[in-house]
């Protein structure tokens, strides 16, 4: 399987000569026909001896039945072995004709391929393009060279420069809130959480619209949007709250209602200057970790997720397809650390996410990162006790709030578990995201020192910010407050601080509420709920009266004003 269209766009803006940069769309008045066709050439992975390349090919000509691109190299760069297409090499200059069964090349319809290849001394980039002996990339009117649609190369972090975009549909929630307008200019994740949502039907702006009101927000300079990629089949396996409209068994309609038309969209040359950041399938993984099998915690839904396979598919397959868009960066879930921090689960997680990451044709390079703590409360850091810490004998681990766990708040986590990842064979540049929309814990609660020393209870439960009853507790908590607000690249290994989950909208109903999206009622939200193996039989800490989730919740919103860390 190929990642082409990624490589491609990015390839082409490193052919303009515009390396780190990102190149602007064509102009209105310069139409896509007027270029008769575009290549991205990326390379994704270099090193002393090789490389591997990625090529898009996109016909803005008359269809095609057969197509064969030509390009030659200033150096000494030889192809060694290729895929989706039949590649020869005359000296310098390459050939690479279409297979058997990707021959067809509609009008606006895009094809890519891949292949390896050695070098020696530097590994130049190709200037000149061509597609059955047109030369790509340029108007072919008579105007010049035209800046391609595709991106520049891709920035290691997309928020670094960039402004993010405000959902004008949150903004304006927030807004009509007393007090609101002090937070509805910040930026917030899109959900897309059914088929319905990418065109918009029945829930306001599509993604089309999303993206469009993105590029007027961008004006001349960078943006980045943030989707939440949010249906795999059997979704949410572990919580009834969140469950969603596809069945588990449904991959197929995942793969061909769901990601490839919003593929298609982001593939759009008129978004190619946007900064796309896709989180992919919150709450997903890591359940096949640690609710399966003979665990307390394990669920009959979750066994069957992970004997389907259709998690690791379906993520798979949403990381191919949207990381074959050039402009796309792909952050994985990796959920929190009050879920994985425990070693039994930590070294599992990383090897599951790597099985997820290299399955349906996808690669390690299809993943720029990780976002934790997505719609979750755990606190950025815990500054008044550490793990290293020691009470009346006991170590802070023994805690019954820590409960054995090696992390006790999301910063530590997320660089910690940045490194496993690592290890395991993602790519060493990676960065983290964590989700600090909700995790402030700040107003009258928050303590201002250490806990008394008279154990390590006291100690824990007197200094931590966190303020839950335990860390398995999930739903529209009591007397959480709005975190750090929305940075770029705040500490080492973190390329930013996000507020994917909007605030304000709902994590379940406090009660069961019919609706037609797929969405259950599960006891977590309930606030008279005594507790499971999971959140270690405490009560559930969730506010009364919510709405089913997604829905926007008042009542939640003005509290977590009101506890907002920093203070607003």
Not at 234 to 258: F, H, M, Q, V, W
Not at 305 to 320: D, E, Q, S
Not at 359 to 381: M, P, Q, R
Request: with cysteine.
């Amino acid at each position: 399987m190929s990642r082409t269209r990624t490589a491609l766009l990015a390839a082409l803006a490193l052919v303009a000569g515009a390396a780190g940069t990102a190149m602007a769309a064509v102009p209105d008045d310069v139409g896509a026909q007027a270029i008769p066709c575009t290549v991205d050439y990326k390379v994704q992975n270099q090193w002393s001896t090789g490389f591997t390349t990625a090529v898009t090919i996109t016909n803005n000509s008359a269809a095609k039945s057969s197509w064969a691109v030509k390009w030659s190299y200033a150096g000494n760069q030889t192809v060694t072995n290729g895929w989706n297409s039949r590649i020869t090499q005359s000296g310098s200059t390459v050939t690479a004709a279409n297979e058997t069964y990707n021959g067809t090349l509609a009008t606006g319809a895009s094809v890519s391929f891949g292949f390896q290849a050695s070098y020696s001394g530097t590994n130049a980039l190709p200037t000149t393009f061509t597609l059955d002996g047109v030369t790509c990339n340029v108007d072919d009117g008579g105007g010049g060279p035209t800046n391609p649609p595709g991106p520049g190369t891709k920035v290691d972090n997309p928020y670094a420069g960039a402004k993010v975009y405000v959902n004008p549909e949150w903004s304006a929630k927030a807004a009509a809130e007393p007090g609101g307008s002090r937070i509805s200019n910040q930026p917030t994740g899109v959900w897309l959480d059914r088929i319905a949502a990418i065109e918009g039907v029945g829930s306001g702006m599509g993604l089309r619209d999303h993206l469009d009101e993105a590029l007027r927000q961008k004006g001349s300079g960078e943006l980045a949007i943030q989707l939440v990629i949010y249906n795999l089949p059997g979704r949410d396996c572990a919580a009834l709250a969140s469950n969603g409209e596809l069945g588990p068994t449904e991959i197929g309609r995942y793969k061909t209602e769901y990601i490839d038309p919003i593929a298609a969209i982001l593939a759009d040359a008129k978004y190619a200057g946007l900064r796309i950041v896709t989180t992919v399938e919150i709450d997903s993984l890591p359940n096949l970790v640690t609710n399966t099998g003979s665990r307390p915690t394990a669920t009959p839904q979750c066994d069957v997720m992970k004997a389907n396979g259709n998690y690791v598919k379906g993520v798979g397959y949403a990381l191919n397809k949207l990381g074959d868009v050039g402009n796309v960066y792909n952050y994985v879930d990796a959920g929190h650390h009050g879920w994985i921090g425990w070693d039994d689960n930590f070294g599992a997680s990383a090897t599951t996410f790597k099985e997820a990451a290299t399955a349906e044709g996808a690669t390690v390079n299809d993943v720029h990162g990780f976002i934790t703590n997505t719609a979750n409360y755990s606190a950025l850091k815990e500054n008044n006790f550490s793990i290293n810490d020691s009470v009346a004998g006991k170590s802070v681990r023994e805690s019954k709030w820590v409960d054995w766990n090696r992390y006790v708040d999301e910063l530590s986590f997320a660089q910690a578990f940045r490194n496993q990842l690592v290890s395991v064979g993602f790519n060493s540049n990676i960065g983290m995201l964590i989700d600090t929309s909700r995790n402030g814990w700040g107003g009258s609660a928050r303590p201002t020192g250490p806990g008394a020393t008279t154990s390590v209870d006291t100690y824990v439960d007197g200094g931590r910010y966190d303020r839950r009853l335990n860390t398995g507790n999930w739903c529209n908590q009591s007397g959480a407050g709005l975190g750090e607000r929305p940075k770029a690249a705040p500490e080492a290994g973190i390329d930013a601080y996000v507020w994917m989950k909007p605030p304000g909208e709902s994590d379940g109903s406090s009660s069961a509420i019919p609706n037609n999206e797929g969405k259950g009622f599960d006891r977590m939200c309930d606030p008279t709920y005594t507790g499971n193996p999971r959140n270690n039989n405490n009560m559930s800490g969730a506010l009364a009266n919510a709405p089913i989730s997604g829905h926007w919740f008042s009542a939640q919103f003005q509290q977590l004003m009101q506890n907002a860390y920093p203070a607003l």
